[in-house]
């Protein structure tokens, strides 16, 4: 269940590795800023094209996020938001003069979304930078193609996302027919997989589809749970307040990456607080299902398992004696 036949690719990006076997690498999680409504950074929403931002109150959302990266041990990246190109070079040049982290463009026009991408390339950012993303709805991807190899840029997200047939079977066409095809002819080097979610319940076929592009292909995969759990917030708060909307969020998460996903887009960077520590919880808990079928831990020390539970590595291995809840009852018990 927890173990593919196929070799499993790992992408390394700014020093993070994303994908291998389940259970193998931590979850990459990338959480957005300046997205639409973003007002704890953003001074103004109307005039995007200026990127007037609070840079202390950015800096701040980008240490903590980085302090919540160092004491869980799940590795991070920042999706940067914009409408204009201008405005997502003002963005790069902020993150990337306080942070190391890895970084998307997630811009949705097309023209915008390549002057960013050309900007990455001038600043020679391409090892950190993931191309967010190649995806059906583009309007011209043969200029799309053709600008990305031009700018050689290194990493990208395909989304597989078939508004034709939403189905498990049809995400998978799409991917083969079309969005390899295209990441193959930019000159790509390594492909994140995202298998398109845009509710709580679908989030299984997002899941499903992504254990079988990792049978099948062996490419990193991963969503945006956040897609399904933000369409309900609201009616959640109301209803159990903001505790109420955290268990939801952090329940669909942990269950992405306990499903086979090696990455996530976990929405707004202010989340990071209970999202990461559950999905380190989770990632503590991969590496045990593993071992069941195949003997196999994690070799990084700084992996949520190592870091959490290392005596339960001790126990695993040999090393020490079972104690604790999990110690054998005696006999006249």
């Known amino acids: 269940m ?3 036949e196929r070799h499993q ?5 700014g020093g993070v590795k994303i994908g291998g076997q389940p259970g193998e690498n931590p979850t990459f999680m990338m959480g ?5 409504g973003h007002k704890k950074v953003l001074e103004s929403e109307r005039d995007r094209k200026k990127a007037k931002f609070n840079k202390d109150k950015a800096e701040e959302l980008i240490n903590k996020l980085e302090t919540l990266s160092d004491e869980t041990g799940i590795p991070v990246g920042l999706d940067l938001v914009a409408n204009y190109s201008q405005e997502a070079s003002r963005y790069i040049d902020f993150v990337t003069s306080v942070t190391d982290m890895p970084f998307s463009t997630d811009i949705w026009n097309l023209k915008p979304k390549l002057g960013a991408a050309r900007y990455v390339a001038e600043q020679n950012l391409q090892d950190r930078h993931i191309y967010n993303s190649l995806a059906p709805w583009s309007t011209d991807i043969r200029l799309e193609v053709e600008t990305i190899r031009e700018l050689k840029l290194k990493n ?5 996302f078939n508004s034709k ?17 295209w990441a193959r002819e930019a000159g790509f080097k390594n492909c994140l997989i995202d298998t398109s979610l845009m509710s709580v319940p ?9 254990k079988l592009v990792k049978e099948e292909l062996g490419l990193p995969v991963g969503c945006a749970p956040s897609n399904g759990s933000d369409m309900v917030k609201r009616k959640t708060e109301r209803q159990f307040q903001k505790q109420g909307f955290i268990a939801l969020d952090s329940a669909v998460h942990a269950l992405a990456a306990l499903m086979w996903q090696d990455y996530l887009l976990f929405g707004p960077v202010e989340s990071a607080p209970w999202l990461l520590p559950a999905v380190a919880t989770v990632d503590s808990m991969l590496p045990a299902f593993v071992w069941e079928e195949r003997h196999a831990l994690p070799s990084d020390p700084g992996h949520p398992l190592h870091r959490f539970y290392s005596d339960f590595v001790d126990t695993l291995l040999g090393k020490k004696e079972i104690r604790g809840d999990m110690k054998p009852p005696k006999e006249d018990e």
Not at 202 to 210: D, E
């Open 156 to 160: 990208v997200i395909l989304v597989a």
């Open 2 to 4: 927890f173990t593919f």
């Open 32 to 36: 957005s800023m300046f997205y639409s």
């Open 202 to 210: 679908s989030s299984a076929f997002a899941f499903l589809a992504g």
């Open 9 to 13: 690719e790992i992408c390394e990006i």
């Open 165 to 181: 047939d939403p189905s498990i079977a049809g995400k998978l066409g799409i991917l083969r027919k079309d969005l390899l095809p």
